[in-house]
């Protein structure tokens, strides 16, 4: 087990080894560029950490010692001195970046005497007191575990003492004063003295980084990016270089293009006379970079070639931080920077134009459910919104939602089913929960590289960040105007935040829809050509299918009828033809329904020519259109206790709650629905079979292409979908009459229940093609009804590894897979061009999609907006397949982890 590892000595491709972090260290020490010197603690050590339970490896403290040593000679300090005291950073890496989920310690080395020679050596006491209480707020947050606020309290308090705001302005005294004042809360709440030997430090400070791995942000953040736990993080000690040593020192954050837009221009923000977390903590609004040329000409342009040298050496976009150190450049840190989805396919394209990629690499740096945000809404440009204040647009995309002013509250209000905005001073990443639970992030503080920036820019949520306008109090925020309160908005009160443009606005606005770039068009033609899976999707409106046609979808692999019957004029019909206590009854309601239907279909047609159009007959069971039982039952004894009660009246409600109750069963999922119906009432499904042909023909005369799939729901036994075809076909040929065809139509089901798919051989004989209902078959592989899993044990499932995933989320390949994968071949053992395909929500999952390319299947269906991501999905799992980067589909998944954020 290699457990040392020191800068010089690594290489980019050691990443596993050594942590994104730290390979990109090692790189950048190895091509030349000013990375003071530092060595890794490999994740080999960070997984033996757990496998013990929690306890260093023996022998691990004298390696770094030794490397300590080394460290030493290199910077001509030594750790510990009281004349020239070597100072460290101790910082995570992990294998997939996880911005701010785990801990930092920064001036690690000092203390009650250290801190004097620092003083001595650098000839500014004021400094070396502001790195001293530094590291003991960080050293007792990570460390001990104590809350930030016992310091910062301390820290305003002194500050108002002071009469001064920024940090900078603060004498030595008064750091001095404070630094007694921490060392107290440490000796109260921790209940022992901020350790004085620098060697107990550093032991502490690693194991306590390594603890960090585990996390309560740091493990919510995998399971929403699907990190492994097993991939731990290493640890990467550093040598200081200071940033807040005076007005020619500072720090930043640069990305070498736009990560909101991909502009070809540098991006990002600085602090003069300020350290490390200043600027992603977001504690001081910084400058925009431009700024650094007037301030720091000669650092301004190490930082630009250094930024040219690091993008072309590592053919992306990079996220640095630096720091400048006496007028000199540093580099700590260099990454692939996380990008909105706008910037992900305008840099894709871009690189494929410069010459620096292939449009196969291209399409592998996308991540496709970064498509969702590139799909985003923004506000229609015809309101006038009432805005309150403007700040910083970190994230792209528009959203409204109620003010709620910490994590815990979004989270629980949105569970309650209610939109909300989080509204901080500054989000940390204890947040990240509220962060993922609002529709998006508004900050008074903090800038575009801050943490809320970068995860809700990751997460695809729009964010306004550094809005200084306005003031947060109790429960409610002020908004300033000229040192006035021009308004006030109070906890539920609604809001709504443009993250392209940064502004605060009263109230809901319009929204408008989100329309493909001439970039993704591109990226999506590139695509095309790789993939072999086609990508349906599932519409039940003329409106729906336009749009998804428009989003490149090649048929529809879904339209669910039932959907079409639940508009206000239609259920009354419907509710007639449920209740007719006699056939000719029935008859008459069906004939009624039929022009509608005939209609529908038509629009879908028309919408889809050229297209195969999949028809799912009739499927929910027959109760969900009429009254609910209870209130009916209610209305009944209402009506019995009114002296004045309509007697007629009071006959119909139990007439009807007397056919309600006939109809009532106790697992409806489970019963008279799908082709049970259409086997029991017949009648229904031909009226269903004729309003599809009656269509199909009328469309053909008037010249357009029409490709009806009719799917018979629910089947469970090759009987069932004999008697349906011969329905089918018998209707066809009714609406026919002696004339020729002009279209081919096909039959076929959807395997959704097991008996289905473990007897797909017998079913094949009567069906033309397979559509896998994985959302059903989900649910009844695994005997979990869905509306009460995700609600109630789903999510202690996912959080305690039960389960790798929500299956109704992401195809459950060992279960529900297998039965697919039998189901398939078994079917084209007695058809072998029989059709398939998946038509639940997995068509839209990446995973599953990969799972659909390598199962031989046709075609995924998908929502509409999902179109473009399935897209993609389906040309990145060809490529994955084409050259065997991955079998493991979570492997290939990480493989472009840089983008997943």
């Not at 809404?377 to 792209?396: K, N, Q, T």
């Not at 799939?709 to 018998?730: C, N, Q, Y």
Request: aromatic share 6%.
């Amino acid at each position: 087990m290699l457990r040392v590892v020191p800068f010089e000595m690594g290489n980019a491709s050691m990443k596993q080894l050594l942590g994104g972090k730290g390979a990109n260290l090692a790189e950048m020490t190895r091509v030349g560029l000013p990375v003071p010197p530092g060595f890794t603690i490999t994740t080999d050590v960070c997984r033996a950490y757990y496998a013990a339970g929690g306890t260093m490896p023996e022998g691990l403290f004298p390696e770094v010692q030794e490397a300590m040593r080394r460290l030493e000679q290199a910077k001509g300090e030594r750790f510990g001195d009281t004349e020239r005291p070597l100072l460290v950073s101790v910082r995570s890496g992990s294998v997939t970046s996880m911005p701010g989920m785990m801990d930092t310690i920064l001036n690690l080395g000092l203390n009650d005497e250290t801190v004097e020679g620092l003083a001595r050596s650098t000839g500014d006491a004021r400094f070396a007191y502001d790195c001293y209480r530094r590291l003991i707020q960080m050293f007792g947050n990570v460390v001990f575990d104590l809350e930030g606020y016992h310091f910062e309290f301390l820290l305003q308090r002194m500050k108002q003492r002071l009469g001064v705001e920024s940090d900078h302005q603060v004498t030595a005294e008064g750091w001095l004063s404070l630094i007694g004042e921490y060392q107290g809360i440490i000796l109260k709440y921790a209940g022992r003295a901020f350790p004085q030997q620098v060697d107990e430090q550093l032991e502490l400070a690693v194991e306590a980084v390594f603890r960090s791995w585990n996390n309560h942000r740091a493990q919510i953040y995998r399971n929403i990016h699907r990190i492994p736990d097993e991939q731990g993080t290493a640890v990467n000690i550093q040598s200081m270089v200071f940033g807040n040593m005076g007005a020619d020192c500072g720090t930043g954050v640069v990305f070498t293009r736009n990560p909101s837009t991909g502009e070809r221009t540098l991006y990002g923000e600085f602090l003069m006379n300020a350290q490390g977390e200043d600027v992603v903590a977001g504690v001081r609004t910084p400058k925009p970079i431009v700024k650094l040329q007037e301030e720091q000409p000669e650092a301004y342009g190490q930082l630009i070639a250094a930024a040219q040298k690091l993008e072309g050496h590592y053919r992306d976009m990079q996220d640095i931080e630096f720091t400048v150190e006496r007028g000199k450049l540093y580099l700590l840190q260099t990454r692939s920077g996380k990008r909105t989805a706008q910037a992900a396919v305008r840099l894709a394209v871009a690189f494929v134009g410069e010459g620096v990629i292939t449009r196969e690499e291209a399409i592998q740096r996308i991540e496709p459910f970064h498509l969702d945000q590139l799909l985003h809404r923004a506000i229609d440009p015809s309101c006038r919104p009432d805005v309150l204040a403007s700040g910083l647009p970190a994230s792209p995309g528009a959203a409204a939602g109620q003010a709620v002013f910490d994590a815990d509250t979004a989270e629980a209000w949105a569970r309650a089913g209610k939109k909300v905005i989080l509204v901080r001073s500054e989000t940390t990443p204890e947040d990240i929960h509220g962060v993922l639970a609002a529709e998006g992030v508004l900050t008074s503080r903090g800038g575009m590289t801050s943490h809320a920036a970068v995860v809700a820019r990751g997460m695809g949520k729009p964010c306004v960040c550094g809005c200084e306008a306005i003031r947060l109090g109790e429960r409610a925020f002020e908004v300033a105007q000229a040192d006035q309160v021009a308004a006030t908005i109070a906890e539920g009160e609604w809001i709504s935040i443009d993250g392209a443009t940064g502004r605060v606005i009263r109230g809901v606005v319009q929204l408008r829809e989100p329309e493909l770039t001439a970039e993704l068009e591109q990226l999506l033609s590139w695509a095309d050509e790789i993939r072999r899976l086609a990508v349906y999707t599932n519409a039940d409106t003329p409106e729906d299918a336009a749009k998804a046609r428009g989003f490149g979808a090649e048929g529809i692999g879904l339209c669910r009828t039932e959907h079409m019957f639940m508009s206000p004029d239609r259920i009354p019909v419907v509710r007639g033809m449920i209740l007719a206590e006699r056939p000719e009854e029935r008859a008459e309601a069906l004939r009624e329904l039929l022009p509608m239907q005939q209609s529908d279909f038509e629009g879908l047609f028309r919408a889809m020519d050229g297209l195969p159009v999949t028809i799912r007959l009739l499927d929910p069971p027959l109760h969900e259109f009429l009254p609910n039982l209870e209130e009916l039952a209610v209305l009944r004894s209402q009506l019995t206790l009114r002296q004045d009660a309509d007697e007629e009246e009071l006959q119909r409600v139990e007439r009807l709650l007397r056919k309600v109750r006939s109809l009532h069963e106790m697992n409806p999922m489970l019963g008279t629905r799908g082709c049970r119906l259409g086997l029991i009432h017949p009648e229904i499904y031909e009226m269903q079979a004729e309003a599809i042909f009656r269509a199909a023909l009328h469309c053909s005369e008037q010249g357009i292409d029409v490709r009806p799939d009719i799917m018979i729901p629910l089947i469970g036994h090759a009987s069932e979908l004999k008697l349906m075809r011969e329905l089918v076909d018998r209707a066809a040929s009714e609406a026919l009459g002696s004339r020729p065809c002009p279209f081919t139509y096909r039959v076929g089901t959807m395997i959704e229940v097991p008996r289905a798919a473990i007897t797909a051989a017998s079913i094949a004989r009567h069906a033309d093609f397979f559509s896998f209902g994985t959302n059903d078959l989900t649910q009844m592989t695994l005997g979990y009804s869905r509306d009460d899993a995700e609600g109630k044990f789903l999510s202690h499932y996912v959080e305690h590894k039960l389960l790798p995933a929500n299956p109704f989320q992401v195809l459950d390949q060992e279960g529900v897979g297998m039965l697919i994968r039998w189901a398939a071949g078994q079917g084209r053992a007695v058809k072998p061009q029989l059709k398939m395909g998946v038509c639940g929500e997995h068509g839209g999952d990446k995973e599953s999609i990969f799972f659909c390319h390598a199962e031989g299947l046709d075609y995924v269906s998908c929502s509409p907006y999902r179109v473009p991501l399935a897209r993609i999905a389906a040309a990145q799992a060809a490529l994955t397949m084409a050259y065997g980067e991955a079998t493991d589909h979570e492997a290939s998944a990480q493989q472009h982890s840089a983008y997943s954020a």
